[in-house]
Structure formats: C-alpha cells, structure tokens
C-alpha cells in the first residue's frame, strides 16, 4: 500500500510569484486534506477536499485555492505570494467518514 | 483563540523514564483526539488516538488518558527511548462537523537521553 506522496520537496519562490504545489493520497482514501505548518507550530487547516469540491476552509485568504482530481490527487495553488507563506506544506488523506488522517511529508516552500 | 492548549513546550527525560504530555481543550463538540509524533523533516505520523467514551487507551509503551469533565487528554510514553526524541502534537476534530478538520495543539518537543 503506496502512503501520501507530496511534490516537489523543496520551493524557492520569490515574493508575488505563484506556486502549485501537488499531493497523490493513500490508496482508498477519497479526501484530502492541506496544512500549513509553519516553524515551531502546530499544523494549521487550509483547507479540505472530498468528491472534487472543497468541503471546509481555515483562516486563508482566497489566493490559497486548490483543486482534487478523479483519481483523488489534489493541488494546492497560492497566488501573489508571501514571505510568511514560507512554511512546510503538508497533505492528509483520509477514508469516508473517517477522523484518521494520514500525512505526507510536505514540501517545504521558502518565499524571498 | 487557541482551541487545544498543549504543555510543556519541551520536555527532557532519562532513558526508560515516563514521558508525559497534557493537553486541554475548549470545544465540546470535540470528539476524537489524535496523537501525533514528527521527526525533523518529516510529516506528522499518526500515533494514537481516543475517543470521549473511554478514560484510557493503551498501544504498546503509548497510553492515552482522557478526562471528559475537565476536558483534559495527556500522552503517557513509557520506557522512554532515544529514538523516541521527537515533536509531538495532540489534535482534536468534531466528527460531527461539515468536515474532518484537525485542530493541533502547538507541540511538545521530547528529548529522550541515552
């Protein structure tokens, strides 16, 4: 059984650029689930996905957006950004219905 | 407004000693409560997890304490291990809500000395 997979693993973006970041989920799990986890914090909720349309949003401003595909995978895009959007970005994936979510390793985005 | 409040910020403890971690939170609608441990440049890895309707949940050398009245939960890691020397976070989510969303507490960082 294949775990959540993330990329890339590292970003260097510069201020007002954009960025995709993507996530494939855990076999047989149809929801994801993106974070924000920024040094030396707890993971905060950006955002989740399940049956390709956002079902639940965090405190994010809208140039944080996201899509979920078919196969489940997903994207996270965030626009114009930040340097307090550097963070490490990380995905869960969980079952129908089911509280257990599993994470990825994330991708590290650093914004200059 | 901080929902799940974890202490200590770090903790230091001998080889084979006990580990223990508390958290507490605000929102009664809270219904499952995950704990996470994560390694420097790594995701976070499910732990163990509890749900209101049981005082205590045991897996291997992990124990989970929940105490519904004073909405408190605390992580007992027994035998303490070097290779346990790690961050852990303790989370909650309201089942019940729109969706499965983890609420994290802000982390402990637990260094285990040989």
């Known amino acids: 059984e294949t775990g959540v997979t993330q990329s890339p693993t590292h970003l260097i973006k510069t201020r007002g650029q954009q960025v995709t970041l993507r996530c494939s989920s855990q076999?047989?799990?149809?929801?994801v689930s993106w974070y924000q986890q920024a040094l030396g914090q707890g993971p905060q909720f950006i955002f989740q996905y399940y049956r390709e349309e956002e079902n639940g949003r965090g405190n994010f401003p809208p140039r944080f957006s996201g899509l979920q595909f078919p196969n489940y995978s997903s994207e996270l895009n965030v626009n114009a950004l930040e340097l307090d959007d550097s963070a490490l970005y990380l995905c869960?994936?969980?079952?129908?219905?089911?509280?257990?979510?599993?994470f990825g390793p994330g991708t590290r985005l650093t914004v200059t | 407004q901080q929902q799940v409040k974890q202490s200590p910020q770090s903790l230091i403890v001998q080889k084979g000693g006990i580990s223990i971690i508390n958290c507490a939170y605000e929102?009664?609608?809270?219904?499952?409560f995950p704990w996470y441990q994560q390694f420097p440049g790594k995701g976070p890895a499910l732990l163990i997890a509890?749900?209101?309707?049981?005082s205590e949940k045991k897996e291997g050398r992990f124990t989970i304490s929940f105490n519904k009245s004073a909405k408190q939960f605390s992580l007992h890691i027994m035998d303490s291990q070097p290779g346990d020397s790690a961050t852990y976070f303790c989370?909650?989510?309201?089942?019940?809500?729109?969706?499965?969303?983890?609420?994290f507490g802000k982390g402990t960082l637990l260094t285990v000395n040989p």
């Open positions: 869960a994936s969980s079952q129908p219905n089911r509280a257990e979510q599993y």
């Open positions: 929102n009664t609608a809270f219904d499952y």
């Open positions: 989370a909650a989510i309201n089942s019940g809500g729109s969706n499965y969303k983890l609420t």
């Open positions: 076999s047989g799990h149809n929801t």
């Open positions: 509890i749900r209101p309707d049981v």
